[in-house]
């Protein structure tokens, strides 16, 4: 009924949050990493803003995709009160307990999967400085 609201509302916090971290960013950390031996190449060091913009691509798909689904079964409607739950008190509360455990786990899940995407990246910056070679 209306659990895709849940982590829309999570997509709203998470972007403004990356667009202040974003304006507060100062440069990127640069490492130099050499490539087969031969030739050094700097990369930049991915910054937080950037990896919490996955976090609210992830979240806003998801969210537009589910409020299709349920455009598409009639239960988010064009006029007032949109959804199709509202208009009745006792599918309200109904809605409320769909929104409080659907809603919350699918915007839980989508940021574990998130954290996940975060370890690989971290791991794959770690190996990368890791295989520098020393500079003293």
Known sequence: MACFLVPAAEAVVTTIAAKAMKSKEANPETVKIQLDGAELVEAEKIPFSRKLSWLNKLLWGGSVLLAFEHVWHGEVAP??????????????????????????????????????????SSMIEKRAKKALPDES
Do not use: K, Q, R
């Open 79 to 120: 006029w007032f009160p949109f959804l199709t739950a509202a208009s009745n008190s006792a599918d309200v509360a109904e809605m409320l307990h769909e929104m409080s455990t659907v809603g919350i786990t699918m915007a839980v899940l989508v940021t574990a999967v998130w954290a996940g995407m975060l370890a690989v």
